[in-house]
């Protein structure tokens, strides 16, 4: 999230999982994150896109502050099990979008 001025609020493909706040009666419409295709990566991506498929929108608010310490593991240690939970929840979540027939028909824009 460099590529855009972070002293407005502005709306976003996703947000991270970290730290989110999410309304209750989107929630009961799009369901809980889904645990039988992600495990610890890529649940917050599948949870935006349900939120625009639902015409929700996702937004980055700059007055929000958090704090999360704890770096990916996947990214921090390569050749661990957590870099094999990511690239197994990456590739769940291509294939749960069909990314490969929307990238043949060159639809760029939000193809998910």
Not at 18 to 37: C, H, P, S, T, Y
Not at 45 to 66: G, P, T
Request: charged share 30%; proline share 1%.
């Amino acid at each position: 999230m460099l590529n855009f001025n972070h002293d407005r609020n502005i709306e976003v493909d996703w947000v991270t999982g970290a730290v989110m706040m999410i309304r209750k009666d989107a929630i009961d419409k799009i369901g809980l994150m889904d645990e039988r295709n992600f495990f610890l990566y890529q649940e917050d991506q599948d949870w935006c896109i349900r939120m625009w498929h639902n015409k929700y929108k996702v937004a980055y608010v700059y007055s929000a502050k958090a704090m999360h310490n704890f770096m990916r593991q996947g990214f921090k240690e390569p050749l661990s099990k957590f870099a094999l939970y990511q690239l197994k929840s990456t590739w769940n979540l291509f294939r749960k979008y069909n990314w490969k027939k929307n990238c043949k028909s060159k639809k760029f824009d939000r193809i998910y």
